[in-house]
């Protein structure tokens, strides 16, 4: 499965020493802000998706897992289908 990092900031003065500090308030609020900017985006990527792809993130997981097949439960099974059910 192909992967990015999504960051974003929550604090912008967090490395100045001088003027006034940000109150909780604001940060929570940047916070709430940036976890739906965070939602929207993670909805309009998958959409992008292209299933067709040959990068090697399709095989990540070929040689990842050393748990015994037969170890692995049903409800983990399940639980992990959406992300590894083609090597468990």
């Given at each position: 499965m192909?992967?990015?990092t999504?960051?974003?900031a929550t604090d912008y003065d967090c490395w100045?020493?001088?003027g006034?500090?940000?109150e909780v308030d604001a940060?929570?609020?940047i916070l709430a802000a940036n976890a739906d900017a965070a939602r929207r985006t993670v909805r309009a990527a998958a959409g992008e998706v292209v299933f067709e792809r040959e990068c090697g993130c399709r095989r990540?997981?070929?040689?990842a897992i050393i748990t015994a097949p037969e170890a692995i439960d049903g409800s983990?099974?399940?639980r992990l289908a959406v992300v590894a059910g083609r090597v468990l």
């Open positions: 192909c992967f990015a999504l960051a974003m100045r020493e001088d006034d500090s940000v940060i929570l609020a990540a997981l070929d040689n983990a099974r399940e």
